[in-house]
């Protein structure tokens, strides 16, 4: 299948420190500032202590790391752009790339990873994400995608297989609704946008479509209400998930999974480790398997995490681009993956998961490599995603309060007043 790229805006990163003095990449007695977003990675300070050895053997230059809790990363970041006080390097979340970059405070390093022979193996919709006016702004570095998540050891007991086609979908949750009474068989996630996305993406419709630098709303295109029509109706008409999920978000999903109440879900590929450490008797119980396409296929998914930039502020900005090759290939991309629960940014990295990764890990990696997608790269789309427009237009429709054409020509005004139209 095609690898599916829309565009992306802006999701989590950090912010800064003065740099380091000096240029060059000799090292001597500098040191190099990064910001790392912290939570990611339980074991992120021992990860990057063998990082700070490895680029003090490399470079002969100190690695100084700030972790940045992400619930103040943006302010801290938007703070240090305004008074010139940001990092050598920091981790950026996938969708705060363009904005950043918009502002001038990310450097270029398109010609950087293309002399470094990197150009070719970048996962497309990290790329594309860290791309904003064609230029290449944010190195992958990692990232999670969301695929089917369902009880193994259910649809063993009840003779199921996993769906692939949408009919598919909508039969196995019709008898897992059935035979499994107490479990709600497939919740449709009232507060989260990502995974109404991909619904949307399969039909073939877009969020929103750009033309000379504009960009214009699509949720309500005949294909995107399509995509809308089928996720919802899960609910509306074939009662595969209950009120309740209505107000649930990503979170709310992995409690009710982790507790045994839900059968099948759309879930993220950093979530199955998570679920089976809060609930160890779920271990060898949870499957995974790429999103159904409407007829077969794969539908997209959203492709979310983080990329490498290198601050136009810096000194070091040679020295910044040996840290960013270190962290992103090879063995600590590996690492960091395995300690996170996230894919590496290398398509290589990740297709050597696809082959030797678990039952449980190979399904998600498919789909990075096949159907990982991006929302609208543009500034605007943050707000967008701050306004929780779709979310919104989606438990309109749950509620019984609009139809699904009302609510997407709705979201669509509220979008396009966004984008300025």
Request: some cysteine.
């Amino acid at each position: 299948m095609k690898k599916r790229v829309i565009a992306v805006s802006v999701v989590l990163s950090f912010a800064a420190v003065a740099c380091g003095s000096g240029g060059g990449s000799d090292g001597g007695d500098r040191a190099l500032t990064v910001w790392i977003m912290e939570g990611t990675n339980p074991d992120s300070k021992p990860f990057f202590s063998e990082v700070s050895k490895a680029f003090k053997k490399e470079t002969g230059a100190e690695l100084k790391v700030q972790y940045v809790p992400w619930p103040d990363a943006h302010d801290k970041f938007t703070k240090a752009m305004a008074g010139g006080t940001t990092p050598d390097v920091a981790e950026v979340g996938s969708t705060w790339t363009a904005e950043f970059a918009e502002a001038g405070a990310l450097a270029d390093i398109g010609d950087r990873v293309g002399e470094a022979g990197l150009d070719k193996d970048l996962v497309e919709g990290l790329e594309t994400a860290g791309t904003y006016d064609e230029k290449l702004y944010g190195m992958p570095w990692y990232a999670g995608v969301r695929s089917l998540v369902y009880r193994k050891d259910l649809f063993e007991k009840h003779d199921l297989k996993a769906p692939t086609t949408w009919k598919e979908l909508q039969d196995v949750a019709g008898e897992l609704g059935e035979k499994e009474p107490d479990m709600i068989p497939f919740p449709v996630v009232g507060d989260n946008e990502y995974i109404l996305d991909a619904f949307v993406w399969g039909a073939g419709g877009e969020l929103a479509t750009e033309k000379d630098g504009d960009w214009k709303a699509a949720i309500n295109s005949p294909k995107s209400i399509k995509g809308v029509e089928f996720y919802t109706e899960l609910a509306t008409e074939h009662k595969t998930s209950t009120k309740a999920a209505t107000t649930w978000n990503e979170a709310d999903l992995v409690d009710n999974i982790t507790n045994g109440k839900v059968a099948m879900a759309v879930s993220g590929s950093w979530t199955p480790a998570t679920i089976v450490a809060d609930a160890p008797e779920l271990k060898g119980k949870l499957a995974s398997a790429p999103i159904p396409g409407p007829d077969g296929g794969m539908s997209p998914s959203f492709l979310g995490g983080s990329h490498l930039g290198l601050f136009n502020e810096s000194e070091n900005q040679d020295l910044g681009w040996e840290l960013i090759k270190l962290l992103s290939t090879g063995s600590f991309a590996e690492k960091w993956g395995e300690q996170s629960g996230y894919f590496p940014g290398q398509t290589s990295l990740v297709e050597k998961v696809e082959k030797e990764g678990d039952a449980l890990t190979a399904p998600f990696a498919k789909q990075m490599i096949e159907g990982g997608a991006t929302v609208p790269v543009t500034p605007a789309y943050g707000e967008i995603q701050g306004k929780k427009t779709l979310a919104q237009m989606l438990q309109s429709i749950l509620s019984g309060k609009k139809s699904v054409k009302q609510a997407a020509d709705d979201a669509a005004k509220d979008m396009d007043k966004t984008f300025g139209n």
